[in-house]
């Protein structure tokens, strides 16, 4: 999907100088959370584990669940946009985010700190990147990795417990400028080198 005068990062199919990857097409199945027809293809196979598990093994209710939030990215007059796949709201605020990519966790944990930074007007105290099989939890204030595995995503009643100690800082607006700047680099740019390479294809 084109954005106004820009892109979209990470869905939709491939035109010749868009950034948009294009996935192998599968047919259509019915999303979890929102019970919409999607277009289904190997890593939104993956996304809708993803989100079984934060329902059936995680205790968090549907509506908990906010799919694919975008962000808006302006870098040097360069515009496009950065999805997030999956932000969990407790009591009204955005606990933690989760980042779905296939591969190596570490080369997403930056961008998914940049997301976390950058996808609220307060900082996501929690950051988590997942290749379906594996994951990894990051402390956004601090970028440090707190936890590993899959079953190391908080779960709603660990999520309620922690909300309260929490806190919801604003970032200041150049602080604000160079997750922007980074999280374009590393999903805006990145995404194209990759499409323009065909990495992505099955």
């Known amino acids: 999907m084109r954005h106004p005068q820009g892109h979209v990062v990470g869905w939709g199919s491939s035109r010749r100088g868009d950034i948009v990857s294009t996935p192998l097409i599968l047919g259509k199945t019915v999303d979890f959370i929102t019970g919409q027809p999607i277009v289904d293809t190997h890593d939104e196979r993956a ?5 079984r598990f934060l329902v059936e093994d995680k205790g968090y209710r549907k509506e908990d669940i906010e799919l694919r939030s975008k962000i808006p ?3 040097d007059g360069n515009r496009a ?3 997030v796949d999956f932000v969990i709201r407790v009591d009204g605020k955005a606990f ?3 980042i779905f990519g296939p591969g190596s966790l570490v080369s997403r944990e930056r961008s998914a700190l940049a997301a976390a ?3 609220e ?3 996501v105290p929690f950051a988590v990147v997942t290749n379906g099989e594996d994951a990894e939890v990051l402390e956004t204030r601090s970028g440090k990795v707190i936890a590993e595995g899959l079953d190391a995503i908080p779960s709603k ?20 400028e160079k997750e922007q700047r980074i ?12 499409d323009e390479f065909t990495c992505s294809l099955y």
């Open 157 to 176: 009643e660990e999520a309620v417990e922690r909300i309260g100690a929490l806190t919801f800082e604003e970032l200041p607006a150049k602080r604000l």
């Open 183 to 194: 999280l374009y680099v590393f999903d805006v740019l990145a995404e194209r080198e990759c």
């Open 117 to 119: 930074r950058l996808v």
């Open 121 to 123: 007007r307060y900082e």
């Open 81 to 83: 946009t950065a999805r």
């Open 73 to 75: 990215l302006s870098v």
């Open 47 to 51: 996304r809708q584990k993803i989100a």
């Open 96 to 98: 933690a985010i989760i």
